[in-house]
């Protein structure tokens, strides 16, 4: 999210987590002060969630100084130490093009989740790439599934991996960082729709 107005927009159509990237050379980053409007503008219960893809420590301090995250995304290669410093919850997000989720989730047991985005390691996320959703996947933790995923495919997604949660940025899109209200809204309803439909 880029806008109070889109983050809004999200939570009202039901989401339950918006993403906030903090990472420069992303079209969708955005900074201290664009995000702690965003997220002072969040109904309650909604969660703020940070991406970062391999930023120092003093730079994630700084953002967590000033926005009031409440959950830590890592798209790089950060170390699980690294990920447990700053006393936040957080996702470990693995680029499944070449990424071996079963490393990571050994490394990371202290990840609230991992985040499954279809890149190749170490690139950036928000790519819309999608990933085999049919390979083995560990289960030791809660899976969240990304990468690539639209209103026509997230039902397949839930429906092969019966994940924790679904994580949409590009497909739901007009131009890069700007979200369509009316496919972010067709794109929840979906979810909605397919978990109903698996009695989960
Ligand atoms: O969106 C970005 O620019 C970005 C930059 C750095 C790390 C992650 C990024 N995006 C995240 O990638 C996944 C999948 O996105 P998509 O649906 O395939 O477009 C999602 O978590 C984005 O927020």
């Given at each position: 999210m880029t806008t109070p107005e889109d983050a809004v927009m999200a939570a009202e159509a039901?989401?339950?987590?918006?993403?906030?990237?903090?990472?420069?050379?992303?079209?969708?980053?955005?900074?201290?002060?664009?995000?702690?409007?965003?997220?002072?503008?969040?109904?309650?219960?909604?969660?703020?969630?940070?991406?970062?893809?391999?930023?120092?420590?003093?730079?994630?301090?700084?953002?967590?100084?000033?926005?009031?995250?409440d959950l830590l995304q890592f798209h790089g290669s950060e170390t699980p130490g690294f990920c447990e410093r700053f006393g936040h919850r957080y996702l470990k997000a693995i680029g499944m093009a070449g990424g071996d989720p079963w490393a990571v989730a050994r490394d990371h047991p202290q990840a609230a989740g991992l985040l499954l985005d279809g890149h190749p390691p170490g690139a950036a996320g928000g790519s819309g790439e999608a990933f085999d959703w049919g390979q083995p996947l560990p289960g030791s933790h809660r899976i969240i599934v990304a990468g690539g995923l639209r209103v026509d495919n997230v039902a397949q997604a839930v429906q092969t991996i019966r994940p924790w949660g679904v994580d949409c940025s590009s497909g739901v899109e007009s131009s890069p960082g700007i979200k369509d209200r009316r496919l972010v809204a067709a794109f929840i309803e979906e979810v909605h729709r397919v978990q109903r439909y698996s009695g989960d």
């Open positions: 039901g989401a339950d987590a918006i993403g906030l990237v903090f990472h420069p050379p992303s079209r969708r980053c955005v900074t201290v002060d664009q995000a702690a409007r965003i997220v002072a503008s969040l109904p309650p219960m909604v969660t703020a969630v940070g991406l970062f893809l391999d930023a120092d420590a003093e730079r994630v301090r700084d953002v967590i100084s000033q926005v009031a995250l």
